[in-house]
């Protein structure tokens, strides 16, 4: 999700250590000890303003959540609905997704989710795209067993493309939805896009997939 600058975002991140999480390298392998209990964590890998994992964390209070994104204003939209609800259960990280094994050590990481992703349409930009094997390398390394990476998209040719990443690097599906709004799905907790693409009736689809080595068992 592309915002307009924000004025005064970097000084509203600053002024919030206790959500915003400055220097989160620090943590890595010890997020128990910034949440302060052993629950699982769940992120969201590019968290437009917040309102999916805002939404997440209020109806699972029993869950850690860390919303990460590369973009000041955005983390900062997210920021406001952290603060307006009170969420102890959510941190936030204003850094590159691509580098999450600077953060998280391997399998510390419960859940990821990536809701509505740049698609980055065009073929020498595959590399960009957040379910490509380079991404997909990374999430296997920090994901627990068991864990589990919940995708969602509006974009069809996205997510074809990503149905045969998953596929070819040899992940298992466990359910494709190619329109989650008419399906029987229930606690879908919608994006600000997906509020916006649904209400022009556009489908939504989604996929829940794990990687081999997991037994599910």
Known sequence: MRVRKRTGAEEMLAANPQYVVSEPEIFKGKWAERF?????????????????ITGMAKAYPEINYIGIDMQ???????????????????????????????????????????????????????????????????????????????FKTDNRGLFEYSLASFSQYGMILN?????????TYEGNIMTEYEQKF????????????????????
């Open 36 to 52: 302060g209990n052993d629950r699982p964590i769940h992120i969201e890998i590019g968290m437009g303003k917040g309102q999916f």
């Open 72 to 150: 000041v204003s955005v983390v900062s939209f997210a920021l406001d609905k952290v603060l307006e609800q009170n969420l102890p259960n959510v941190q936030l990280l204003h850094v590159d997704g691509s580098a999450l094994t600077n953060y998280f050590s391997e399998g510390e990481v419960d859940q990821i989710y990536l809701n509505f992703s740049d698609p980055w349409p065009k073929k020498r930009h595959e590399k960009r795209r957040l379910t490509s094997k380079e991404f997909l390398a990374v999430d296997e390394t920090i994901l627990k067993p068991n864990g589990e990476l919940h």
């Open 175 to 183: 359910q494709v939805w190619l329109d989650l709004h008419a399906s």
């Open 198 to 217: 649904s209400a022009k009736g556009q489908p939504i689809y989604r996929v829940e997939a794990y990687f081999p080595h997991q037994d599910k068992k």
